[in-house]
């Protein structure tokens, strides 16, 4: 198993950027694809970024591409989401996710695919 921890969430204007942190500890971290969720409330989770194992390869909805990119530092066991031009709708609590594989090149975009979870961070954009 891996336990994630994220953090950098917090009160932002509009238009600011923050960059979140999702450190992993317990199993080898450099053999699980990651993922960054966000969930707003009364809405589902939705995908906001993927990163494969090697770093090497990303996945982004359309509605995250351009203002959202996910890095790695397998080195540092860590996992980042940076996130420019921050708008009000953007408001949720982010989760990081992990998800085993045997690729390196694997990008996992469906939260059902991910089985460990971070306990979140908020972010909240104020207009």
């Known amino acids: 198993q891996v336990q994630l921890v994220e953090s950098g969430g917090g009160l932002v204007q509009d238009g600011g950027s923050l960059r979140l942190s999702c450190v992993a500890s317990?199993?080898?971290?450099?053999?699980?694809?990651m993922g960054w969720f966000r969930q707003a409330s009364g809405e589902e989770r939705q995908l906001v970024g993927a990163i494969s194992w090697s770093g090497r390869e990303t996945h982004y909805p359309d509605s995250a591409k351009g203002r959202f990119t996910a890095s790695r530092d397998n080195a540092k066991n860590t996992v980042y989401l940076q996130i420019h031009n921050l708008k009000p709708e953007d408001t949720a609590i982010y989760y990081c996710?992990?998800?085993?594989?045997?690729?390196?090149?694997?990008?996992?975009?469906?939260?059902?695919?991910?089985?460990?979870w971070g306990p979140g961070t908020q972010v909240t954009v104020s207009s």
């Open positions: 996710a992990a998800a085993p594989v045997f690729r390196g090149d694997t990008v996992v975009d469906e939260p059902t695919k991910y089985p460990y």
């Open positions: 317990g199993d080898k971290y450099s053999n699980y694809a």
